[in-house]
């Protein structure tokens, strides 16, 4: 006959083993005044950093330029670089990397000693726990012990293809890759840095599920304006945020093809005079929809604005433009279900937020019952 069973038993056996934590008394916290930089108040050591951008951004130009100043010790936008062993893994697009840093050594490290820099161009998978993780790992202590110097930095270009058909947005996938990626500069005791790409709404910044940016120490946003790129310094875990860079892409030509014709690829160069400009108030998705839907009905009606309000120069009218009346743009917003809801006070409430919204963000005016663009 079996023993009988008992609760306490039972919670005995599932209680854990003893385990010291660390603790330190308020009364002898000291500052950390260790203030190790890979760039100058840009990128720490040991960090997860994440760079995002639209395709042509011009992001990857970015993270190469600073990847390359931190193999040579070059400053970079004349801030100190700590040099260090850097490893690039080029999982998308690995000829064009190629071309782009063959440029780069040729048109701006003349007269610095040879890149610490080594290329890995091949596709990896850091999502599944039996794929890439381990080895990549023990691959590039390899390359550690063959060079003589420690890792400082990993890039993993670009996330996407290295979560290998992962889903982004999901937190199991997301918190499985970011562990992984954890994992390597852990390991390696270097910072690990992710190209990634913009959402479909870029004004809710880099794609993918949340947990991804909770683990990110500093990300960067990089985007192209008028022949400029700029990056976008948007969180720091320990130094200021909104640091705007700017550069642009100059063409250089490597040779000639097999057919006689040139082959061309870019350099950054930077624009060290650029001052950031006050941040323009991104639209979301729902209020560009309202937006085109509010033009839709002013080409519809043509109305010119009562002659009360052109009278007043705050309104900044002008005699000959359009006005929109609000209650057919409201009518035409609810047609169109603008909140993904048959319920009209659902629809009645995301209207006036978008109003609302629209005239703080200083793209139309409102007074009584009608309504105009200013942008």
């Known amino acids: ?26 009364r002898d916290i000291t500052p950390k005044l260790d203030n190790a930089s890979l760039i100058q108040n840009v990128l720490k050591p040991e960090s997860m950093i994440v760079t995002y951008g639209e395709s042509n951004s011009g992001k990857t130009f970015h993270v190469l330029d600073q990847d390359l100043c931190i193999a040579t010790g070059r400053k970079w936008f004349d801030k100190r670089t700590d040099q260090g062993l850097v490893v690039y893994i080029a999982a998308e697009g690995p000829h064009s990397v190629q071309n782009r840093i063959s440029a780069y050594r040729n048109e701006l490290l003349s ?11 091949c596709t990896v998978n850091l999502l599944d726990s039996g794929a890439d993780t381990y080895p990549i790992t023990d691959f590039i202590k390899s390359i550690e012990d063959q060079h003589g110097k420690p890792c400082v930095k990993v890039t993993v270009d670009t996330l996407a293809r290295a979560m290998a058909g992962g889903n982004e ?30 959402g479909k709404d870029t004004a809710k910044g880099a794609r993918g599920h949340s947990s991804l940016r909770a683990a990110t ?43 006689g014709d ?10 060290m005079d650029y001052t950031a400009t006050a941040p323009k108030k991104r639209l979301s998705q729902q209020e560009r929809m309202a937006l085109d839907l509010m ?8 109305k010119p604005p009562p002659a009360h ?49 629209l005239q ?3 793209k139309i005016k409102v007074f009584e019952d009608w309504s105009w663009l200013i942008d």
């Open 111 to 121: 007269g610095h000693p040879d890149p610490a820099f080594a290329l890995m161009p």
């Open 309 to 357: 309000l052109l009278g007043n120069k705050s309104n900044q009218l002008t005699t000959g433009q359009h006005a929109c009346p609000v209650g057919l743009w409201r009518d035409r917003c609810k047609a169109r279900k603008l909140a993904n809801s048959d319920k009209a006070d659902s629809q009645d409430r995301t209207f006036r937020r978008i109003l609302t919204s």
């Open 169 to 198: 947005n999901g937190p199991d996938d997301m918190g499985q890759f970011v562990t992984h990626a954890d994992y390597i500069r852990h390991q390696l005791g270097c910072a690990i840095h992710l190209i990634h790409h913009s």
């Open 295 to 302: 033009k839709e009905v002013m080409r519809e009606t043509k």
């Open 262 to 271: 040139p082959v061309t690829t870019c350099v950054p160069e930077w624009e």
């Open 1 to 26: 006959m079996g023993e009988a069973w008992s609760l306490d038993d039972e919670l005995e056996r599932d209680q854990p083993k003893s385990i010291t934590y660390p603790l330190v008394w308020a």
């Open 217 to 259: 120490d500093t990300e960067i946003e990089v985007r192209s304006d008028c022949g400029l790129h700029i990056a976008k310094i948007t969180k720091q875990r320990d130094w200021a945020t909104d640091d705007e860079y700017a550069f642009r892409l100059r063409v250089v030509e490597l040779g000639n093809d097999q057919y």
């Open 360 to 362: 703080s963000k200083e």
